[in-house]
């Protein structure tokens, strides 16, 4: 079964999705340190999803890292039991590296399958998707209505299932525990 979303012309609302910004000199670098994969190159409207941290023992999490405008994100599914900025807050000792929840202050829609950022004011973007292949819109959390109302002139809303599906047949994005 085909999800809707490959198409290029739907999209996911994931704003309970977990976001956490990483502020401070050494964001990236920092990051660099305890992730299997390389971030240090990544620039604005940038991102790598499916990251894990370094350690294979202890608590695990999968998450994107993305730079959308000047920001750097972490976002994980809301499901993971592991929440990565309780696992990460112990890492930010002796650098200058800040922490900080925006879960509640940012919406973030997610674009699988499209190719090019909809023209959506009071928003960045970052690919890929933290669903695999497609494009990540964020914004703040008090533009959500005016945007998601935007968003829907020109495209479809795609519900729990069809993300599950997109997922399922992409076998792309960040995954539960």
Not at 40 to 59: E, H, Y
Not at 73 to 102: A, N
Request: aromatic residues 6%; proline residues 5%; glycine residues 10%.
């Amino acid at each position: 079964m085909t999800s809707m979303l490959s198409s290029g012309r739907a999209f996911a609302d994931l704003s309970s999705w977990r976001k956490v910004d990483v502020s401070g000199t050494e964001a990236l670098t920092w990051l660099n340190e305890l992730v299997a994969e390389r971030v240090t190159g990544l620039v604005p409207g940038q991102g790598l999803p499916a990251v894990s941290l370094r350690s294979t023992q202890g608590p695990h999490a999968s998450f994107t890292i993305a730079v959308a405008g000047g920001n750097v994100l972490l976002i994980q599914e809301p499901s993971q039991s592991c929440f990565v900025m309780d696992l990460l807050s112990g890492e930010v000792e002796g650098s200058d590296v800040v922490l900080d929840d925006r879960t509640e202050d940012l919406a973030l829609f997610a674009f699988p399958g499209r190719a090019v950022a909809p023209n959506a004011p009071g928003t960045a973007f970052y690919v890929p998707s933290c669903l695999g292949a497609g494009i990540d819109l964020v914004s703040l959390m008090e533009d959500r209505r005016f945007v998601l109302a935007s968003l829907e002139k020109a495209f479809t809303l795609a519900g729990r299932e069809d993300v599950e599906s997109w997922r399922a047949a992409s076998g792309e994005g960040a995954t539960g525990d």
